[in-house]
């Protein structure tokens, strides 16, 4: 069984930085490619960040690059998510997610974390 425990959302001030967690079962972070996904409301779930197994491909979102790096603290089967910047537009809830592919978590699929607000006030 896959586990997946979002933390560190919250309200931030725009331009301010967040540190986003998930906690993850071994098998996961070990196995799969994992990513940070989010849905600000009435709009799609977009991909933000995705790691290989291995956290050495990253990919990111256009709109992200630059201030939000992805990582993985191995020793403590974690997946972070460094936010610098931070604008309105950010505004969203969040969601750690793994899967053996970054289509696969795309299209709805893998393993899902529950969520954590991330709200930018300007």
């Known amino acids: 069984q896959v586990h997946l425990v979002e933390s560190g959302g919250g309200l931030v001030q725009a331009g301010g930085s967040l540190r986003l967690s998930c906690a993850a079962s071994?098998?996961?972070?070990?196995?799969?490619?994992m990513g940070w996904f989010r849905q600000a409301p009435n709009k799609e779930r977009e991909v933000v960040a995705a790691t290989n197994w291995g956290g050495g491909g990253t990919d990111y979102a256009e709109s992200v690059k630059g201030p939000f790096t992805i990582s993985r603290d191995s020793a403590k089967n974690t997946l972070l998510l460094q936010m610098n910047n931070v604008s309105s537009e950010d505004t969203a809830v969040y969601y750690c997610a793994a899967g053996p592919s970054l289509l696969t978590m795309r299209g709805g699929h893998g393993y899902w974390g529950q969520g954590t607000q991330v709200t930018v006030s300007s």
């Open positions: 071994e098998r996961a972070f070990s196995t799969y490619v």
